[in-house]
T-cell receptor, first 111, second 116 residues
Framework: KNQVEQSPQSLIILEGKNCTLQCNYTVSPFSNLRWYKQDTGRGPVSLTIMTFSENTKSNGRYTATLDADTKQSSLHITASQLSDSASYICVVSANDYKLSFGAGTTVTVRA | SAVISQKPSRDICQRGTSLTIQCQVDSQVTMMFWYRQQPGQSLTLIAT?????????ESGFVIDKFPISRPNLTFSTLTVSNMSPEDSSIYLC?????????????FGPGTRLTVT
């Protein structure tokens, strides 16, 4: 069964600090891995998408890494802002449109 | 990117009734999907809405409970039929272009459904 595991389940950080979210997956065959940000009451918005050959991708203060050998990915948030408070979802695609979703990590940024 | 709107944004319904959720995209898209996100859970694919043919349902979801229409390349509806409190969830529409393995899937804002 294709699975995507995220850790931690939730975290609280102070504004201006950095944090790293983890994603482990067993999805096979692997097509790409995406990180989405979901604000409360909103739909997920894509942050990064990486294929097998890419091991890092940045989008502003968000940097995603991928190790396809160990089937691990991370999302690093630099200099966090209050607007970063959201759920971050790791999504792995095995083929054209079938996506496996992680349960998400809830990030709370406090002033 | 694609801009997706959903109606209604939220609703409170009584058990035994049905609710139809609309999804409108600002451009023609090949693939449209419907997801459910139960409280505290991640997204689960309900079905793929196929233009001009019957939707393709995932295991655990049936057409009688979640009938879907896709009359054209920019619009789809999902009906939640004979609702029970267990159907209380956020329902999200998603779209993708053909060859979506490299392309993005874009999500609508969701419809928050509460069944009492």
């Amino acid at each position: 069964k294709n699975q995507v595991e995220q850790s931690p389940q939730s975290l609280i950080i102070l504004e201006g600090k950095n944090c790293t979210l983890q994603c482990n997956y067993t999805v096979s065959p692997f097509s790409n891995l995406r990180w989405y940000k979901q604000d409360t009451g909103r739909g997920p918005v894509s942050l990064t998408i990486m294929t097998f050959s890419e091991n890092t991708k940045s989008n502003g203060r968000y940097t995603a890494t991928l190790d396809a050998d160990t089937k691990q990915s991370s999302l690093h948030i630099t200099a966090s802002q209050l607007s970063d408070s959201a759920s971050y979802i790791c999504v792995v695609s095995a083929n054209d449109y079938k996506l496996s979703f992680g349960a998400g990590t809830t990030v709370t940024v406090r002033a | 990117s694609a801009v997706i709107s959903q109606k209604p944004s939220r609703d409170i319904c009584q058990r035994g009734t049905s609710l139809t959720i609309q999804c409108q995209v600002d451009s023609q898209v090949t693939m449209m999907f419907w997801y459910r996100q139960q409280p505290g859970q991640s997204l689960t694919l309900i079905a793929t809405a196929n233009q001009g043919s019957e939707a393709t349902y995932e295991s655990g979801f049936v057409i009688d409970k979640f009938p879907i229409s896709r009359p054209n390349l920019t619009f789809s509806t999902l009906t939640v039929s004979n609702m029970s409190p267990e159907d209380s969830s956020i329902y999200l529409c998603s779209v993708g272009t053909s060859g979506v393995s490299r392309d993005e899937q874009y999500f609508g804002p969701g419809t928050r459904l509460t069944v009492t």
